[in-house]
């Protein structure tokens, strides 16, 4: 018992030679400030989607005669999506428990289905733009689909890099354990996956939800 | 002997959760999360698509349900609380939303006014004829 649980606090390494060097006496502890950073870093990244979704509900309705997202938007997609997305981002968090606790088969067992589900998030995602550009719905139709385009398109982005760097931690803890610099690493991971599904949130909601709700 | 750790910092680093945790307890706070989120995220497909609200009101509606979600995913993914131990976080979150705040809607007011203002480009063409 209390050798797990000290295991859990997240104080690794501190036998370790290297971390012995990396831990100042006074003041915070290399994990805070690093997280801290990171944490900055996703508060500027959630700006920058406030601004894509700021020129999307200023164009919502320059439509240029074209579709409207009440012709485009498919709600049983949309759900599917929210659905991979929110499980992906509790299997992401029990796989930071899984490495905090040093147990390999939980960690890898939820980064593969993290993996799993965002990877079908971003396979939907593809085949919904690529139908929308079939139907001549693409982003070169109206300002309102260019909007979306970019605004829907930056989180896929997000996405995808996520699932890369996903594979790196996986490799990482692979080839050299649950070191404390690698599980700094996987919390900047785990807080980049979670803040992207909040970002999907405001998407699904104020994006496709009110798109298509009557008005 | 587990509990007799010495509190060195103050403060905690995001995503982290503050106290000493074992692994269940830990499970059980993103399962909750997991409840939460769902239910809302259910009551937002339904009232986009049902008659239970005044049409009109759907978007504010809408709106409040994902502010509400995005409140659970912080407190229950992100562990970033009201606590002492994790102010410092919780600041940084409030000025980026200080920033998204003026972005979004200052961008939908001057837009609005613009729109209101601003004569079209079709009637401007018709009188110069």
């Given at each position: 018992m209390s050798a797990a649980s000290t295991a859990y606090l997240g104080v690794a390494g501190r036998g370790h030679a290297q971390?012995?060097?990396?831990e100042p006496e006074h003041g915070p502890s290399k994990r805070i400030v690093v997280a801290y950073?990171?944490?900055i870093f996703l508060i500027s990244d959630i700006i920058l989607f406030s601004a894509l979704f700021a020129t999307y509900a200023v164009l919502t309705d320059a439509t240029a005669g074209g579709p409207t997202g009440r012709d485009l938007f498919e709600?049983?997609?949309?759900?599917?999506?929210t659905?991979?997305?929110?499980?992906s981002t509790v299997f992401c968090g029990f796989a930071g428990i899984g490495a905090q606790a040093r147990r390999s088969g939980m960690y890898y067992g939820a980064m593969a289905a993290t993996f799993v589900l965002g990877a079908t998030f971003v396979a939907i995602e593809l085949h919904e733009f690529a139908s929308m550009i079939h139907l001549g719905?693409?982003?070169?139709?109206?300002?309102f689909l260019s909007a979306f385009f970019a605004l829907i398109g930056c989180h896929g982005l997000h996405v995808t890099a996520g699932l890369l760097w996903l594979l790196t931690m996986?490799?990482?803890?692979?080839?050299?354990?649950?070191?404390?610099?690698i599980l700094r690493r996987l919390l900047c991971f785990a807080l980049f996956w979670h803040t992207l599904d909040i970002i999907w949130v405001a998407l699904f909601s104020l994006v496709y939800l009110v798109g298509v709700a009557p008005r | 002997m587990s509990t007799s750790i010495p509190e060195a910092h103050h403060d905690v680093a995001p995503g982290d959760e503050h106290g000493p945790a074992d692994i269940s307890h830990a499970i059980r706070g993103y399962l909750v999360g997991l409840a939460l989120a769902t239910l809302l995220t259910c009551v937002s497909f339904y009232i986009a698509q049902s008659t239970l609200v005044w049409q009109p009101s759907i978007p504010i509606a809408l709106s409040v349900l994902a502010l509400a979600q995005m409140g659970v995913h912080l407190v229950?993914?992100?562990?970033?609380?009201?606590?002492?131990?994790?102010?410092n976080n919780v600041m940084a979150l409030a000025f980026g939303l200080l920033i998204v705040m003026l972005l979004v809607f200052g961008s939908l007011w001057i837009?609005?006014?613009?729109?209101?203002?601003?004569?079209p480009m079709q009637r401007l063409m018709q009188m110069q004829r």
């Open positions: 971390a012995l060097t990396e950073g990171f944490w709600l049983p997609t949309v759900a599917v999506e659905a991979c997305l929110l499980l719905a693409g982003p070169g139709r109206s300002a996986m490799a990482q803890v692979y080839a050299k354990g649950f070191r404390a610099d | 229950f993914f992100l562990h970033i609380t009201s606590g002492p131990d994790s102010v837009m609005i006014h613009l729109d209101h203002n601003v004569m």
